[in-house]
Each structure stands twice: as structure tokens, then as C-alpha cells.
């Protein structure tokens, strides 16, 4: 199946790339895709159409390309991204913010939607130098999970201001990845090889299981 690879250059470094979800009842294929990039001067979001793959060969072979449908500019290296549902996409920044950016189909733009400055930082929020880098993020709309180079885990809500809950030294080291178990349990991982899984129903901000790999 190796032949069937449609390649583009894109000019830029992408980190991050993901399908939009599709509609519960969709029997089509994803069409839409969103890139996320690194190390340019100008880091940028940006949305793709995957090309006409109903027009396939008769063996499934895709002849489309990716066509660019709009972008925006992205302060820092794109780390991680997750749609959150068919119009949002939250991202995550070397700088330590997460936006949630808004794909506008009716007119194919895109706009920040929601910002959470610095929600990863070493020092302290307030210093201008002070973000650490956001480095994985995991959605159950309208619950947004983060960790990041702080060993921080911030619970956020799509339509809430502020942190809902905050885990300040969930790690010493690095968390490199979080993803959800079950709608109130998250997993995460850090850079010395352990597994944590963390039940947001308790107030302790202790795991509850650690598995040493």
C-alpha cells in the first residue's frame, strides 16, 4: 500500500498533525485535517482539505492533494493538538500558553477563540520569561486536560475563564503526554519511565496508581 502516498511541500516544520472528528452518523472518510508547526519564525495553525478522495481509483489509490483551506499565526512551537469537537482545536505552546482556536467553515478562517496564558511556567506566571513548555493536551469536550515541562497538570473547561483545578507538583520531572482512562481518570507519563493515573474525583493531588516501566 506504499505506493498510495500523495507528498506536499509545505515550507514549514509541522510537529503536530490530526484528523477533525467526524459526525457520529459520517460513513465517509475524514476529509479535513489540521498541521501544527515548529522552528519557524512563524509558527502557524493551519487547516487542509484532504483533496477529493470520493474520487479514488479503482484499486483505492488517492490522486488529490491536500489543498491549504486557511490559516493563523501560533506564538511558539506547536507541541501538541486536539480537536475538540468538529469547529475547535486546542493547542499547545513551548511558550506554556493553550488557545483554543475556532475553524469558521462558512467563510474557512480561523480565530483564537480562548486563551490561557502561561498555564505552564518554572518561576511564576507574572515573569516575562518565566513559561514552561505545555507538552501534551487531551480533550473530553468540554473538559481540556494539560501537563507539561513544570511536572503541572491543569483541568480547564472549553467554557470556563479560569483553571478548574490545578495539580502544581504532580511531577519532578517532565510530563511528556496525558490522555483520559474514563471520563474522570487521566494517565499520564514522565520522563523517567512511570505511568500515573490520577482520579479527578479525589482532592488529594496524589496519584492513584504509579507503574514503574
Not at 42 to 53: E, F, H, M, P, Q
Not at 56 to 75: F, K, M, R, V
Not at 177 to 191: D, G, K, P, Q, Y
Request: glycine share 6%; aromatic share 8%; hydrophobic share 35%.
Amino acid at each position: 500500500a506504499m505506493e498510495d502516498v500523495s507528498a506536499k511541500f509545505v515550507s514549514q516544520k509541522i510537529s503536530r498533525t490530526r484528523w477533525r472528528p467526524l459526525p457520529a452518523a459520517a460513513l465517509q472518510p475524514p476529509d479535513i485535517f489540521a498541521t501544527g508547526s515548529w522552528d519557524n519564525e512563524d509558527n502557524r495553525i493551519s487547516i487542509w482539505s484532504a483533496g477529493d478522495l470520493g474520487n479514488a481509483g479503482l484499486n483505492g489509490e488517492y490522486h488529490g492533494e491536500p489543498h491549504l483551506l486557511c490559516d493563523i499565526q501560533h506564538n511558539g512551537d506547536v507541541m501538541d493538538m486536539q480537536f475538540l469537537d468538529q469547529e475547535r482545536i486546542v493547542v499547545a505552546s513551548s511558550t506554556g500558553t493553550v488557545t483554543i482556536f475556532r475553524h469558521h467553515q462558512n467563510n474557512q478562517t480561523l480565530s483564537a477563540n480562548h486563551r490561557w496564558e502561561k498555564a505552564h511556567y518554572h518561576v511564576d506566571q507574572d515573569t516575562s520569561c518565566g513559561g514552561a513548555a505545555c507538552t501534551g493536551v487531551v480533550c473530553n469536550n468540554p473538559e481540556i486536560v494539560t501537563v507539561g515541562e513544570d511536572g503541572r497538570i491543569n483541568l480547564f473547561r472549553a467554557d470556563q475563564k479560569d483553571t478548574v483545578r490545578t495539580i502544581d507538583n504532580a511531577d519532578s520531572s517532565t510530563l511528556h503526554a496525558v490522555t483520559f482512562l474514563r471520563t474522570t481518570e487521566i494517565l499520564t507519563v514522565n520522563s523517567i519511565g512511570q505511568l500515573k493515573i490520577w482520579d479527578f474525583r479525589q482532592q488529594r493531588n496524589e496519584p492513584s496508581q504509579i507503574f514503574s516501566l
